[in-house]
């Protein structure tokens, strides 16, 4: 009988040297470098400026995106990336973020869905797309989001509670938790769940958030499935969805029986990540 080595044991301290939180979005972080986003959104919203910057608009939006990923759930929450300088290096400050944020207006708003199209392109051409597979999976569901004060929008939801009730697009990822997010529209907390033209909007921002990955564009047999809670909207938005090319719309009242048309990648964000960063040899 072969003995087995013990594996090297595991000291816990509480002097905490040598420890760093949060190190792991720094991936993330790097993601949205190497891919192209924060190039993209800073060539996106360049014209909003007067002069030159101090921090670039594109890693602004992209440290905002790494805080909401890190669990924040709110703008301030990007301090948490702030006091840990050595690691993320020189930070926007919250007053940075809010301007940012009021620059992204009807005009600038396509030219960063077309940027982040871009950079989810180069994402999945690096391995962390989803499989080639004949029908892709769109989930279109609402979301009661709480406000403990007085809010822009912010209203009384049908669950007794006071905030907002956007409704949210993502893609069937199998091996992603809660799947790839597409396109989200913030709506008040009295917004109905199964209004018809916001379930066209949300299916409209959802499509054009795929075909500006143009990775899809190629895959000409693709088809893309539409499922919702609220058969009663799809229903009612079936004449507006026709029109749209290459797209089915059912009505689904039992989502959770469907299985996933998607199977599991064998490559994921962390592999793509590891794909951008190194240089491929021919």
């Avoid at 509480?14 to 790097?30: D, N, P």
């Avoid at 959104?41 to 608009?57: E, F, K, N, S």
């Avoid at 440290?63 to 924040?72: F, I, K, R, S």
């Avoid at 209203?155 to 007794?160: F, R, S």
Wanted: net charge positive.
């Amino acid at each position: 009988m072969k003995g087995s080595k013990r594996s090297a044991r595991v000291r816990v301290s509480g002097s905490g040297r040598g420890v760093v939180s949060h190190a792991g979005v720094m991936l993330l972080r790097e993601l949205a470098e190497d891919t192209g986003l924060v190039e993209a959104v800073t060539d996106a919203l360049a014209d909003t400026y007067g002069g030159r910057w101090v921090h670039a608009p594109g890693q602004v939006f992209a440290d905002l995106a790494v805080t909401v990923a890190d669990g924040a759930d709110c703008v301030s929450g990007i301090e948490v990336l702030a006091d840990r300088e050595r690691l993320f290096g020189s930070v926007a400050s919250i007053p940075t973020a809010w301007r940012l944020l009021q620059r992204i207006d009807a005009e600038h708003l396509p030219r960063l869905v077309a940027a982040v199209g871009r950079a989810r392109e180069a994402a999945w051409t690096a391995g962390a797309g989803p499989d080639r597979v004949v029908e892709l999976l769109i989930d279109i569901d609402a979301t009661i989001t709480i406000a403990h004060s007085e809010k822009e929008n912010a209203a009384a939801t049908w669950k007794h509670t006071f905030g907002f009730h956007p409704l949210l697009a993502f893609l069937d990822r199998p091996e992603i938790a809660s799947g790839e997010a597409l396109a989200a529209i913030l709506r008040p907390g009295n917004a109905g769940a199964a209004t018809a033209a916001d379930h066209v909007q949300i299916l409209a921002l959802a499509l054009a958030a795929l075909v500006a990955a143009s990775w899809l564009v190629k895959i000409r047999s693709t088809r893309a499935l539409t499922r919702a809670s609220a058969a009663a909207a799809i229903v009612s938005s079936f004449p507006s969805v026709k029109r749209m090319s290459n797209v089915t719309s059912r009505p689904s009242t039992k989502p959770s029986s469907l299985s996933p048309a998607l199977s599991p990648s064998t490559v994921g964000w962390l592999a793509a990540h590891a794909a951008l960063r190194t240089p491929i040899r021919s």
